[in-house]
């Protein structure tokens, strides 16, 4: 895939508005991380980011749940919010909007999009009768569902029968619109399984749905009839648009598209696809405005094998998990094991053995003994010598000369895996190389040329390492970089509004990922440790 943004100054990309019935879970932290990711790249390329996140507060679901706890819904959103705040502080999120669709401004959007539907001409009473998914907040088709009306998405949940006067849209309006945008737009829709899915649900014929509901008091009022409130995806679609406004913007329609619509990226999971790729743009057709560049639909995860569900009682609770080992093995965990856009599991002793392997005995133990090795050999400087004296023919040079743009066109691709895969891969070879070219065997012969040039290739490519790392375990990155004697804070330069020196005058470390950035002769930091290896806690099931 080729990105159009990735060349453009500026990066739009949205996780998913999360429901607020419950407390955050794994998913949520998943679609997040890999959004954070995404974003932190785009940031070290210079471009002018935005990571849109937030909450989806409307809706029966959430309206039941705050009853059911006996407070009133707004409390109850409340509450919740602060516990997806607080997770995406400890998993080191540096989003830029937090978008909640029970803000006021969020209203006056929805009011006016909705008005633009309704001219032309795309709104209409009727009767909507079915089952529906309180849980998915959706009508199903009879032939999809499990024995006794379950519902495939929540089996332990069964389906409810509504027959009640609705206002619908006139999706069928668009088939022939969407079918020629996938047509014409084949990376619209990411990976390519799913947007196959898409085509295939598409080619049976849409139907219109309703957006409206009765009897549900926790939305916003329907502009044509109070008596009705939005249907809660018609309201929080909206939300990537309402993200947009400028804090102190006069809140309009016009304004919040002003300058970053169309959305670059929407980072979602394959459950809801067919809002994004099906609903969403034929909603913005019939508003008549642009659409989004992407919807990319990442993949499931079990746990140990078995679909995670509450009722099964092996739901991951991404907060102790969090606690228990860190946010930056977590995030390696997830985005280097599981192929971004496939299914993928989570299992803790693996999670474990993946990140002492990778961080500890890998990436730690070269950071560690090299500069360990330059602290002895070289009086804690970096050798002198540059990039330029290294042989053309040096196997580091080679792999560290491309490995930039590989890794440049893996992020760009979404492909994690392939990212981490190929940094690896130099640190793998760099670790090789000091035991094959034994350094202390050339200190001992006086080889002091060789020596230093030995040094200097696996210095500049634990460093390079550190650096396309950074999207993903910035922490760790910033630990090397120190210790390499590089004053740069990543965690900084991924904070778009930060005043620091460091970052204020940041605008575009590209250049860093170039094999032979270290400095002849710099002084390098005090070596110590990256990475603790980690031992099974068993972190608790919620
Ligand atoms: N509120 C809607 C989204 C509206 S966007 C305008 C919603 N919210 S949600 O809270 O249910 O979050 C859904 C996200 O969690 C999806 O992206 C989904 O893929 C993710 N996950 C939920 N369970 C998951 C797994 N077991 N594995 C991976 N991700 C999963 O839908």
């Given at each position: 895939?080729?990105?159009?943004?990735?060349?453009?100054?500026?990066?739009?990309?949205?996780?998913?508005?999360?429901?607020?019935?419950?407390v955050p879970h794994i998913?949520?932290a998943?679609?997040?991380?890999?959004?954070?990711?995404?974003?932190?790249?785009?940031?070290?390329?210079?471009?002018?980011?935005?990571?849109?996140?937030?909450?989806?507060?409307?809706?029966?679901?959430?309206?039941?749940?705050?009853?059911?706890?006996?407070?009133?819904?707004?409390?109850?959103?409340?509450?919740?919010?602060?516990k997806?705040?607080s997770l995406?502080?400890k998993l080191?999120?540096?989003?830029?909007?937090?978008?909640?669709?029970?803000?006021?401004?969020?209203?006056?959007?929805?009011?006016?999009?909705?008005?633009?539907?309704?001219?032309?001409?795309?709104?209409?009473?009727?009767?909507?009768?079915?089952?529906?998914?309180?849980?998915?907040?959706?009508?199903?088709?009879?032939?999809?569902?499990?024995?006794?009306?379950?519902?495939?998405?929540?089996?332990?949940?069964?389906?409810?029968?509504?027959?009640?006067?609705?206002?619908?849209?006139?999706?069928?309006?668009?088939?022939?619109?969407?079918?020629?945008?996938?047509?014409?737009?084949?990376?619209?829709?990411?990976?390519?399984?799913?947007?196959?899915?898409?085509?295939?649900?598409?080619?049976?014929?849409?139907?219109?749905?309703?957006?409206?509901?009765?009897?549900?008091?926790?939305?916003?009022?329907?502009?044509?009839?109070?008596?009705?409130?939005?249907?809660?995806?018609?309201?929080?679609?909206?939300?990537?648009?309402?993200?947009?406004?400028?804090?102190?913007?006069?809140?309009?329609?016009?304004?919040?598209?002003?300058?970053?619509?169309?959305?670059?990226?929407?980072?979602?999971?394959?459950?809801?696809?067919?809002?994004?790729?099906?609903?969403?743009?034929?909603?913005?057709?019939?508003?008549?405005?642009?659409?989004?560049?992407?919807?990319?639909?990442?993949?499931?995860?079990?746990?140990?094998?078995?679909?995670?569900?509450?009722?099964?009682?092996?739901a991951i609770d991404p907060i102790a998990l969090v606690d228990c080992y860190g946010a930056?093995?977590l995030?390696?965990?997830?985005?280097?094991?599981?192929?971004?856009?496939?299914?993928?599991?989570f299992?803790e002793?693996?999670?474990?053995?993946?990140?002492?392997?990778?961080?500890?005995?890998?990436?730690?133990?070269?950071?560690?003994?090299?500069?360990?090795?330059?602290?002895?050999?070289?009086?804690?400087?970096?050798?002198?010598?540059?990039?330029?004296?290294?042989?053309?023919?040096?196997?580091?040079?080679?792999?560290?000369?491309?490995?930039?743009?590989?890794?440049?066109?893996?992020?760009?691709?979404?492909?994690?895996?392939?990212?981490?895969?190929?940094?690896?891969?130099?640190?793998?070879?760099?670790?090789?190389?000091?035991?094959?070219?034994?350094?202390?065997?050339?200190?001992?012969?006086?080889?002091?040329?060789?020596?230093?040039?030995?040094?200097?290739?696996?210095?500049?490519?634990?460093?390079?390492?550190?650096?396309?790392?950074?999207?993903?375990?910035?922490?760790?990155?910033?630990?090397?970089?120190?210790?390499?004697?590089?004053?740069?804070?990543?965690?900084?330069?991924?904070?778009?509004?930060?005043?620091?020196?460091?970052?204020?005058?940041?605008?575009?470390?590209?250049?860093?990922?170039?094999?032979?950035?270290?400095?002849?002769?710099?002084?390098?930091?005090?070596?110590?440790?990256?990475?603790?290896?980690?031992?099974?806690k068993t972190a608790p099931s919620s």
């Amino acid at each position: 895939m080729n990105h159009p943004a990735s060349h453009s100054q500026s990066f739009t990309v949205t996780t998913p508005l999360y429901y607020v019935n419950d407390v955050p879970h794994i998913g949520h932290a998943y679609t997040t991380m890999a959004a954070d990711s995404i974003a932190r790249w785009h940031r070290l390329n210079g471009r002018d980011v935005l990571l849109i996140t937030g909450t989806d507060e409307h809706g029966q679901k959430i309206e039941r749940t705050a009853i059911a706890a006996g407070v009133n819904p707004q409390v109850h959103c409340d509450r919740i919010v602060a516990k997806f705040d607080s997770l995406w502080s400890k998993l080191d999120i540096k989003y830029d909007r937090f978008i909640r669709t029970t803000a006021p401004a969020h209203r006056t959007i929805v009011n006016e999009f909705f008005q633009r539907v309704w001219d032309s001409g795309d709104i209409y009473k009727g009767t909507q009768q079915g089952w529906y998914c309180v849980a998915c907040e959706e009508f199903k088709e009879e032939r999809d569902l499990l024995a006794d009306k379950h519902c495939p998405l929540h089996p332990s949940k069964q389906v409810e029968w509504r027959d009640e006067s609705n206002y619908f849209f006139r999706l069928s309006k668009y088939q022939q619109q969407l079918e020629a945008l996938y047509a014409e737009r084949p990376d619209f829709i990411l990976p390519n399984s799913r947007r196959n899915e898409v085509l295939k649900f598409v080619a049976q014929g849409l139907q219109d749905f309703s957006i409206s509901r009765v009897n549900v008091d926790w939305g916003i009022p329907l502009p044509t009839d109070p008596d009705q409130t939005i249907y809660v995806w018609f309201d929080a679609l909206l939300g990537y648009v309402t993200a947009l406004l400028d804090p102190d913007a006069q809140v309009s329609l016009d304004n919040a598209l002003h300058s970053r619509w169309p959305i670059d990226l929407h980072l979602i999971g394959k459950d809801i696809l067919r809002f994004h790729a099906v609903y969403w743009p034929a909603m913005l057709m019939s508003a008549k405005l642009p659409l989004p560049e992407r919807v990319f639909a990442h993949g499931y995860f079990t746990k140990d094998g078995k679909k995670i569900s509450k009722s099964e009682g092996n739901a991951i609770d991404p907060i102790a998990l969090v606690d228990c080992y860190g946010a930056e093995p977590l995030r390696y965990y997830f985005l280097k094991e599981i192929e971004f856009g496939q299914d993928g599991d989570f299992n803790e002793t693996r999670f474990i053995e993946i990140v002492n392997a990778d961080l500890a005995n890998s990436l730690g133990n070269l950071v560690n003994r090299t500069l360990g090795m330059a602290k002895k050999y070289c009086q804690g400087y970096i050798p002198n010598c540059n990039a330029t004296d290294i042989a053309a023919d040096n196997p580091l040079k080679i792999l560290g000369r491309d490995l930039g743009a590989q890794v440049d066109i893996a992020y760009n691709n979404l492909a994690f895996r392939d990212a981490c895969e190929a940094i690896l891969n130099l640190v793998r070879s760099s670790n090789k190389y000091i035991d094959d070219l034994a350094p202390w065997a050339l200190f001992k012969q006086d080889k002091h040329l060789e020596l230093a040039q030995v040094l200097y290739s696996v210095l500049e490519s634990a460093r390079l390492s550190a650096y396309l790392l950074s999207p993903i375990v910035p922490k760790i990155s910033t630990d090397i970089y120190r210790q390499l004697g590089l004053n740069i804070d990543f965690d900084l330069i991924c904070c778009n509004n930060s005043n620091d020196d460091n970052t204020a005058s940041v605008e575009n470390w590209k250049h860093h990922q170039q094999w032979g950035i270290l400095q002849a002769n710099s002084q390098l930091g005090e070596p110590q440790p990256i990475f603790t290896k980690l031992e099974v806690k068993t972190a608790p099931s919620s």
